[in-house]
């Protein structure tokens, strides 16, 4: 793989980690109204996996 | 300058890394005579020795030691099964010895300890470099407390460190020459399934190795994870079906336990401290490979180890949970300096860069022997190192109570950077004499010990009953029914009990405090033991 097709993977999983997130709240699984302590948790640790990808995506086409 | 000159500037890296060596060696020796000790004392020194040793007699007896809980003895274990096979030879030859157990143990760490010597010779092609990374490991705080205890911690990390190097070697061969080694491959999944099945932690060394070949090989990577996934999950559910269902609920249900967040944040602050150097050397190379170059396994496996070190904030977690990223963290150091070495060495640098890294390698090893200093000062000779190195001689500590009253604070000969430590200080004659003065109290009555340590039992060849901290984390998950072991406390059936830390589930202490009495403390290893009969 490339540097930048791994940094897309991370862009991907923390988006994905987000959408996931507010899409338990949608079908009610969460414990709280708004968002909860453990979703601010896991917003800060996708947000930091989208800000790692992006920094990878124009290192471009070298070997990961 | 002059050749002499030159010569004699020379000489200064030379006495430096020499004295690196010795710092190293030195505690490597300090490793040596602490488990030593501990190979010739008979009973727990930490708390939880004697039940690996009761699995390890389990399996030696043709036995799975995940059980009822519910029923007498109430004894299970919670570990996978690997380091107590591998020590059931010695069980079968020598029979129920605590030193068996920490031996394999302590030659596991000196293994692991040799990996990471090799994989950085073999890259840097420095013998002095090399054994200072390897040694490096030995010198941890952590790895000198738990490394020679009847502990499988260290043991997975035995096969976690052998299995990435492997792995390193694979891929690089594999890459140099373009043929397929599978042979290897199917070597390095063995190793890690030896690794999860020694310790369910290796899962983050397993998510390492995946990560790194999926980075290189994506599709190889992914046919070579359904077999492993499917062989590890077939060995799980024949375990759990073999054991009734007690695999499952004793390994994976009972370990189900609270997080405390300023547990994990205290020992990730505390490995910091003491291996800066380490720890520092390692994230600039990671990053360095990452921005600048292709990324080795051993930074993947150090970034997943660490993050995954968060886990010691787990209840009944620890410091040992460091030791995974403790041993990548060697490996890469001894990396970057050769890179760096290499990177003086170069003739266009000349003699003034070539020097000045040749000097700061060898004092980064001074810096980081100091900040884990460690050292038992129990002997005149030891007392006086310390004293000629600036350092305290002893410390004072207060033995831990938790069924009598508090006591002083005591001498102790024993001196740690990681602060107050009840770990690694060797045992001496009076813990020993302690530890049978109890065993000769529960000897007198006609019934196995309802005891907190295993080890009073098994002196007198008694059966062991319970494993206390087993019993609480299914208590607190609601996976115990404490009625038949309540029952038999409140007739009185057992004639001794020994507490050493009240872990037990509340209502057992509750049923203890109404139906024993103490009669006799007795203090062994920093711990104060209350040892109880019934009450008339």
């Known amino acids: ?50 800000l790692f990808g992006l920094t990878l995506v124009p290192l471009g086409d070298r070997a990961a | 300058m002059s050749a002499t000159m030159q010569k004699r500037i020379r000489l200064i890296p030379r006495l430096l890394i020499i004295l690196a060596l010795i710092a190293f060696v030195g505690y490597f020796i300090i490793y040596a005579i602490y488990a030593f000790e501990l190979f010739k004392f008979p009973f727990d020194y930490d708390q939880g020795e004697g039940f690996e040793l009761m699995d390890t007699v389990l399996f030696s007896q043709g036995e799975w030691p995940y059980r009822n809980n ?6 299970s274990s919670n570990y996978p099964p690997v380091f107590h ?39 840097g092609k420095r013998y002095w470099l090399s054994a200072l990374a390897g040694l490096a490991f030995l010198a941890s705080n952590y790895v000198y407390h738990v490394g020679a205890l009847f502990r499988q911690h260290l043991f997975m990390v035995m096969f976690e460190t052998v299995a ?74 024949w375990m759990d079906w073999a054991t009734d269902g007690y695999w499952m609920l004793n390994t994976v249900i009972a370990n189900i336990n609270p997080f405390v967040p300023g547990q994990a944040e205290g020992l990730y602050k505390q490995w910091f401290m003491l291996h800066t150097v380490l720890a520092v ?15 080795s396994l051993y930074s993947v496996w150090f970034v997943i180890a660490l993050v995954n070190s968060a886990t010691a904030g787990k209840w009944g977690a620890g410091e040992s949970y460091f030791a ?24 266009r640098r000349g003699f003034w860069w070539e020097t000045a890294v040749l000097i700061l390698i060898p004092l980064l090893f001074l810096v980081q022997a100091n900040k884990m200093f460690h050292m038992p000062t129990h002997t005149p000779a030891l007392a006086a190192i310390a004293r000629a190195l600036g350092k ?12 009598s009253a508090p006591r002083d604070p005591e001498r102790i000969p024993y001196v740690d950077s990681a602060g107050v430590s009840l770990l690694g200080r060797p045992p001496n004659a009076a813990d020993a004499a302690a530890g049978k003065k109890i065993a000769a109290f529960v000897a007198e009555g006609d019934t196995p010990a309802f005891a907190e340590d295993a080890g009073f039992n098994f002196y007198i060849g008694r059966e062991i009953v319970t494993n206390p901290t087993q019993l609480l984390n299914l208590y607190n998950n609601g996976e115990v029914d404490l009625t038949e072991m309540l029952a038999m406390l409140d007739n009185q059936e057992f004639d001794t009990v020994v507490l050493r830390a009240q872990f037990y589930p509340p209502e057992t202490l509750n049923s203890i405090g109404q139906q024993y009495e103490t009669q006799e403390l007795v203090q062994m290893n920093g711990f104060v033991y209350c040892v109880m009969r019934p009450r008339e």
């Not at chain 2, 020459?177 to 290796?202: C, S």
């Not at chain 2, 050397?281 to 990324?295: D, G, N, P, S």
């Not at chain 2, 041993?327 to 003086?344: K, Q």
């Open chain 2, 392 to 403: 305290p001689t002893e410390v004072y500590i207060a033995p831990q109570t938790s069924c």
């Open chain 1, 1 to 50: 793989m490339s540097k930048r097709q791994v940094g897309f993977l991370f862009i991907g999983v923390g988006v994905l980690a987000i959408v996931g997130m507010f899409g338990m709240d949608m079908v009610g699984a969460g414990q709280y109204n708004g968002i909860g302590p453990a979703q601010k948790k896991g917003m800060i640790v996708s947000a930091g996996a989208i």
């Open chain 2, 70 to 75: 519910d029923i007498y003895p109430f004894y």
């Open chain 2, 324 to 347: 995974t990223a403790i041993a990548a963290s060697c490996i890469l150091t001894g990396l970057a300096f050769s890179r760096l070495l290499n990177w003086a060495k170069d003739e």
């Open chain 2, 281 to 295: 050397t390692a994230v600039l190379y990671a990053i360095y490979q990452l921005y600048f170059e292709r990324l």
């Open chain 2, 164 to 237: 990435v190097v492997f792995m390193t070697v694979l891929i690089e061969r594999e890459e140099a020459d373009g043929k397929k080694r599978n042979g290897l491959l199917a070597g390095v999944m063995a190793l890690l399934l030896l690794a999860g099945y020694t310790k369910q932690l290796a899962y983050a060394t397993v998510a390492a190795i995946f990560s790194f070949f999926f980075i290189r090989q994506p599709k190889r990577a992914v046919l070579w994870a359904i077999p492993f996934a499917l062989v590890t999950g077939l060995l799980f559910l």
């Open chain 2, 85 to 123: 096979l591998a020590i059931m030879p010695l069980v079968w030859l020598f029979g129920a010895h605590y030193w068996t157990g920490r031996l394999v143990s302590y030659v596991g760490t000196l293994i692991t300890a040799a990996a990471i010597g090799y994989a950085v010779q073999r890259e």
